[in-house]
C-alpha cells in the first residue's frame, strides 16, 4: 500500500483549490462557469438533466482500463464532497505532480459533481419531487435515480465513490473528537456478508483511513453497516459494483466545512491514487480498526441540560443558521461542540 506524500498533497490542494466555491450552500450556479473552463483540459459532457431541466453534467478523464466512478450532492445540502471533488479537477487538470499522471495512466474516471442540482438550490436533502435520491435505487421515480443507474450501467465501475455529508451530530467512538470524515463498505444484504466485493472496498478505504490517520488521527469513523433495501450504495455493491462512501463530518470551528474539504480532498486522492497503484485488493482486516460513529454531539450544550443543534436554511434567497433545541435534561453522555455556562 503506497501512501501519498502529505506535504505533496498539501501543496498541490494549496495550489489548485478552487476559489470560486466556498461554504455550505452550492448549487448550479456556482459550478456551471466552472464547468466551462474545464473543458479546455478535461471532457465534460450534459448527460441529462433534473426534474426541473436544470443540466447534469459529467466530467471525464484518464485513459487507463480502472474505471472509477464518483457521484456528488445526490444530497443536494450535502456540498462538501463538491468542493473537494472540483480541487481534484483542478489537480488533474494543471498539476505536473506524479500522483495524478499515475491516475490518469492506470485509470479512467467519470464524476457526476452535482447529480442533485434543484435540491442543491434549494438546500434540500430532497430533489424537486420530494424524492431521496439515495432511497430510490430500486424504484427509480427520480429521473436523477435513472440517470445515474444508466451512467453506472454503461460505463461498468470497478470502484464507486459514493459522497455524502453527515451532521455535527457524529463523534468517533471512545474518543472525545467529532466524526470529521466517516467511512463504509455497504452491505449487500441483511446479515452483512463480507463478500469479495465488500472486502475489496473496505481495501481502498484502508488506505484512505492510514493517510487520515496521519494529519487529523482519532478524527476518523465508522458508518454504520445496516443493511438499507433502497439504498443506492447497498444496491450497486449487492450489483457487484464495489461502492465506498465517504461522510465528510464536523471539525472544531468548521462550520463552513473547509476544513473538512481539504481532508475530503486527500481522502478521495488516496483512494483513487490507491486504486492505480493496486492490483490486491484482499486486505480487508483492519477495516474494522477504525472506530465506530456515535451520536454524541451537539453544536451547543447551554448549562448543561440543554442541547442545541444548528438548522440551516434558506430564507429569501439567502442562506440562514438558526439554533434548535433538541433535548433538555441530563446530558452527561454529550459533548458540545461549543459549551454556554
Same mark, same amino acid.
Given at each position: 500500500?503506497?501512501?501519498?506524500? =502529505? ?21 448550479? *450556479? ?70 495524478? *499522471?499515475?491516475?490518469? %495512466? ?34 427509480? %421515480? ?53 463478500? %469479495? ?13 492510514? =493517510?487520515?490517520? %496521519? ?22 455493491? *449487492? ?83 438558526? *439554533? ?6 441530563? =446530558? ?10
Amino acid at each position: 500500500m503506497e501512501i501519498i506524500n =502529505l506535504e505533496n498533497l498539501a501543496a498541490n490542494y494549496q495550489n489548485q483549490k478552487e476559489t470560486a466555491l466556498f461554504g455550505k450552500w452550492i448549487h448550479y *450556479k456556482h459550478i456551471s462557469p466552472i464547468l466551462s473552463k474545464l473543458s479546455d483540459n478535461l471532457e465534460v459532457s450534459i448527460i441529462g438533466e433534473s426534474e426541473q431541466n436544470t443540466p447534469i453534467h459529467s466530467v471525464r478523464f484518464g485513459t487507463g482500463p480502472k474505471r472509477i466512478l464518483l457521484w456528488t450532492q445526490m444530497h443536494g445540502n450535502e456540498s462538501t464532497g463538491t468542493k473537494a471533488i472540483f480541487d481534484f479537477f483542478n489537480c488533474i487538470a494543471h498539476s505536473n505532480d506524479a500522483i495524478y *499522471k499515475r491516475i490518469l %495512466k492506470e485509470c479512467t474516471v467519470l464524476c457526476v459533481p452535482m447529480l442533485n442540482p434543484d435540491g442543491s438550490f434549494n438546500y434540500t436533502r430532497v430533489n424537486a419531487n420530494n424524492v431521496d435520491l439515495n432511497r430510490d435505487a430500486v424504484v427509480k %421515480k427520480a429521473k436523477e435515480s435513472r440517470l445515474l443507474r444508466r451512467v453506472l450501467d454503461e460505463f461498468n465501475p470497478l470502484f464507486c465513490f459514493n459522497l455524502h455529508d453527515q451532521r455535527t451530530i457524529f463523534g468517533v467512538e471512545e474518543t472525545l473528537n467529532p466524526a470529521t470524515i466517516s467511512f463504509l463498505a455497504p452491505s449487500e444484504e441483511k446479515t452483512r456478508m463480507l463478500t %469479495k466485493g465488500r472486502k475489496e472496498t473496505m481495501n481502498v478505504i484502508i488506505a484512505m483511513n492510514s =493517510l487520515l490517520q %496521519k494529519v487529523i488521527p482519532n478524527h476518523i469513523g465508522r458508518y454504520t453497516d445496516e443493511f438499507y433495501p433502497t439504498a443506492t450504495g447497498d444496491n450497486f455493491q *449487492k450489483l457487484g459494483y464495489n461502492t465506498i462512501l465517504i461522510e465528510a463530518g464536523h471539525y472544531p470551528d468548521d462550520y463552513d466545512r473547509e476544513e473538512t474539504r481539504k481532508f475530503n480532498f486527500y481522502a478521495i486522492v488516496q483512494g483513487i491514487y490507491h486504486i492505480a497503484t493496486t492490483n490486491d485488493f484482499t486486505n480487508y482486516e483492519s477495516y474494522f480498526e477504525i472506530p465506530n460513529n456515535q451520536k454524541n454531539f451537539f453544536d451547543i450544550i447551554e448549562n448543561g441540560n440543554k442541547g442545541y443543534l444548528y438548522v440551516d436554511k434558506i430564507i429569501d434567497g439567502k442562506f440562514t443558521t438558526e *439554533k434548535k433545541l433538541e433535548k433538555e435534561g441530563d =446530558l452527561s453522555d454529550f459533548i458540545g461542540h461549543s459549551v454556554n455556562l
